[in-house]
């Protein structure tokens, strides 16, 4: 059986402009959707991974030391505004080449739904991290186990599944004391979890999505509703080991109009595989 997360990152070539550009399509259908419209880091996956096919089609055969490092790459940076949210439906990423290297190549990549561009990205390909960090300071997951525990909060027959509809593609467990929404409560604009794909280990393109996972933390602020991104910016460090992947998601500075909500991604063996910021909207009336 082939799995949801598979099938998005399935991508079909629909034309080719030249040595520099490339146009592939991809079909996101309403399992990564919350509510009626595509969530954002699951957009945001399917941009990583079209940057890479793309590379792997427009990198010149004729340079190997050029084809060699580009093979090596991953999307170690994705920096996409999204002007108007997308659709569960098929989207074309129209793809072109800023900038050629052999240590940082960068892409420009725009999905499309009916002529319009929906979402416009950069992204940033590189080698990823490996090997003993030169130093890691004390972070918010600190402490968290490894796997969820059975107080946790799972996607898969809760409310939260009536929103949140990627339960068909990911394990999702929240932590129940930083999402205090729950009982009725507020608390810190702070919220954990334990994620993993359904089928599958966790890979770079999964923690992309991962970054944009957890609810939007204003809840805890009695703040609910529709939080739109404005814009979303993620890195990747490295790739995950195999198993539940944990998250963090915070805020420093909610403001009257807008929040920033950061996530911090960990795998299993507590090393950091990926972090991003979100700019967002505070959901109307609030």
Same mark, same amino acid.
């Given at each position: 059986?082939?799995?949801?997360?598979?099938?998005?990152?399935?991508?079909?070539? #629909?034309?080719?402009?030249? &040595? =520099? /550009?490339? +146009?592939?399509?991809?079909?996101?259908?309403?399992?990564?959707?919350?509510? @009626?419209?595509?969530?954002?880091?699951?957009?945001?996956?399917?941009?990583?991974?079209?940057?890479?096919?793309?590379?792997?089609?427009?990198?010149?055969?004729?340079?190997?030391?050029?084809?060699?490092?580009?093979?090596?790459?991953?999307?170690?940076?994705?920096?996409?505004?999204?002007?108007?949210?997308?659709?569960?439906?098929?989207?074309?990423?129209?793809?072109?080449?800023?900038?050629?290297?052999?240590?940082?190549?960068?892409?420009?990549?725009?999905?499309?739904?009916?002529?319009?561009?929906?979402?416009?990205?950069? #992204?940033?390909?590189?080698? &990823? =991290? /490996?090997? +003993?960090?030169?130093?890691?300071?004390?972070?918010?997951?600190?402490?968290? @186990?490894?796997?969820?525990?059975?107080?946790?909060?799972?996607?898969?027959?809760?409310?939260?599944?009536?929103?949140?509809?990627?339960?068909?593609?990911?394990?999702?467990?929240?932590?129940?004391?930083?999402?205090?929404?729950?009982?009725?409560?507020?608390?810190?604009?702070?919220?954990?979890?334990?994620?993993?794909?359904?089928?599958?280990?966790?890979?770079?393109?999964?923690?992309?999505?991962?970054?944009?996972?957890?609810?939007?933390?204003?809840?805890?602020?009695?703040?609910?509703?529709?939080?739109?991104?404005?814009?979303?910016?993620?890195?990747?460090?490295?790739?995950?080991?195999?198993?539940?992947?944990?998250?963090?998601?915070?805020?420093?500075?909610?403001?009257?109009?807008?929040?920033?909500?950061?996530?911090?991604?960990?795998?299993?063996?507590?090393?950091?595989?990926?972090?991003?910021?979100?700019?967002?909207?505070?959901?109307?009336?609030?």
């Amino acid at each position: 059986m082939t799995s949801k997360i598979t099938e998005v990152l399935a991508l079909t070539e #629909v034309d080719r402009g030249g &040595p =520099d /550009s490339i +146009t592939l399509r991809a079909h996101i259908d309403d399992t990564f959707t919350i509510g @009626p419209k595509v969530h954002g880091g699951s957009l945001q996956m399917v941009v990583a991974k079209a940057a890479r096919t793309a590379l792997s089609a427009l990198t010149p055969p004729d340079d190997p030391k050029l084809a060699d490092a580009a093979a090596a790459m991953i999307p170690v940076a994705v920096a996409s505004d999204y002007l108007t949210a997308p659709d569960a439906a098929d989207v074309d990423l129209a793809i072109s080449v800023r900038k050629r290297g052999r240590t940082v190549t960068v892409l420009q990549v725009d999905a499309v739904q009916q002529g319009r561009t929906v979402v416009s990205s950069s #992204v940033t390909m590189a080698r &990823p =991290d /490996s090997g +003993t960090p030169h130093h890691s300071g004390p972070n918010v997951l600190d402490g968290t @186990p490894a796997e969820p525990p059975s107080t946790g909060i799972s996607l898969d027959g809760s409310p939260i599944a009536e929103i949140n509809h990627l339960g068909a593609a990911v394990d999702l467990v929240l932590d129940a004391e930083t999402f205090p929404m729950v009982r009725g409560e507020t608390g810190e604009p702070l919220v954990r979890g334990w994620i993993r794909p359904k089928g599958l280990d966790p890979d770079e393109y999964f923690a992309v999505l991962v970054c944009d996972i957890s609810p939007p933390v204003v809840f805890n602020l009695a703040m609910f509703g529709w939080a739109p991104t404005v814009q979303l910016t993620t890195y990747v460090r490295r790739h995950p080991a195999p198993g539940w992947l944990r998250f963090a998601a915070t805020s420093t500075e909610v403001g009257p109009g807008m929040f920033e909500e950061d996530h911090l991604v960990v795998d299993s063996t507590g090393t950091v595989v990926a972090q991003s910021r979100q700019l967002a909207l505070i959901p109307a009336g609030r």
